[in-house]
């Protein structure tokens, strides 16, 4: 069974159809990249799979589970995580005190416990520190732990951006363009995380541009252009596929 299962989902913004009728899936252990020109409905339809939008027709499953109408919260909370291509992430936190806002979905303590310093909502705090610290530490960012997160370099601001949505314990991570703006020690910095990430048995999804990441850590990679799912296959087979050319080169069908 499919981890996600997207079934011929449309959205339109006055009259202008961003997904048009596109069906995925993605399995289980999977790192799989959506890829496409500026325009093509990428975000939408993350937006869409992550309940930030809803479609207005098609069907989104998530295990097995329709998630289509759920809020955002629930759907996280489910395991279907996501992060955005903001960077400027709880300006002024520390970035440990960004990781562990991360938790926040699986936390029991109740507003008056935590008011009150109860016993559970101190073991509470204490498991939410070291589990952010763990985090922090599989990423490579336990060194700026006490960094305001607003004075991190940008690729180390991408990367707390990941490990805030780590922290929310995926099944499934989506990752908006991750590497956009990165020079290429950090894209490289970033391609290794993502293997890290799929070592632990979280399925990685991401919307990206830069080419050379794609098609180095990709299993399966679906193309969208102008809302339409035109290309869905490994990178080689992408790769040399006339209508995948047609859109990024401009080349005639028959070249």
């Known amino acids: 069974m499919p981890l996600l299962d997207v079934q011929n989902v449309m959205k339109s913004y006055g009259g202008v159809t961003a997904n048009h009728d596109i069906s995925l899936q993605i399995h289980p252990g999977e790192i799989v990249s959506i890829i496409g020109p500026n325009g093509a409905g990428k975000?939408?339809?993350?937006?869409?799979?992550?309940?930030?939008e809803r479609p207005d027709s098609g069907r989104v499953?998530?295990?097995?589970?329709?998630?289509?109408?759920?809020?955002t919260p629930e759907i996280?909370?489910?395991?279907?995580?996501?992060?955005?291509?903001?960077?400027?992430?709880?300006?002024?936190?520390?970035?440990?005190?960004?990781?562990?806002?991360?938790q926040h979905l699986h936390c029991r303590t109740t507003l008056w416990e935590?008011?009150?310093?109860?016993?559970?909502?101190?073991?509470?705090?204490?498991?939410?520190?070291?589990?952010?610290?763990?985090?922090m530490e599989f990423l490579g960012l336990h060194p700026r732990?006490?960094?305001?997160?607003?004075?991190?370099?940008?690729?180390?601001?991408?990367?707390?951006?990941?490990?805030?949505?780590?922290?929310?314990?995926?099944?499934?991570?989506?990752?908006?363009?991750?590497?956009?703006?990165?020079?290429?020690?950090?894209?490289?910095?970033?391609?290794?995380?993502?293997?890290?990430?799929k070592e632990t048995g979280i399925t990685v999804g991401l919307v990206e541009h830069n080419m050379r990441l794609v098609m180095s850590i990709s299993e399966k990679i679906f193309v969208l252009n102008y809302g339409d799912l035109i290309a869905e296959g490994v990178?080689?087979?992408?790769?040399?596929?006339?209508k995948v050319i047609e859109v990024y080169l401009g080349r005639p069908k028959h070249a």
């Not at 975000?43 to 930030?52: A, D, E, K, P």
């Not at 998530?62 to 809020?71: A, C, H, Q």
């Not at 990178?235 to 006339?242: L, M, Q, Y």
């Open 114 to 135: 935590a008011f009150m310093a109860s016993p559970r909502a101190r073991r509470e705090r204490e498991r939410s520190m070291q589990e952010a610290f763990d985090v």
């Open 235 to 242: 990178p080689e087979e992408v790769r040399t596929d006339p």
């Open 43 to 52: 975000t939408t339809l993350f937006n869409l799979i992550s309940g930030v």
């Open 61 to 71: 499953e998530f295990e097995g589970r329709n998630i289509t109408w759920l809020p």
């Open 145 to 197: 732990a006490h960094m305001i997160t607003q004075n991190l370099p940008y690729g180390e601001q991408k990367l707390l951006g990941i490990a805030i949505a780590l922290a929310a314990k995926p099944k499934l991570l989506l990752l908006d363009e991750p590497a956009a703006g990165m020079n290429s020690k950090e894209a490289l910095r970033l391609m290794e995380s993502i293997h890290k990430i």
């Open 76 to 102: 996280a909370r489910l395991g279907l995580v996501r992060t955005f291509q903001q960077t400027k992430i709880f300006r002024d936190l520390s970035v440990h005190e960004a990781v562990m806002i991360g």
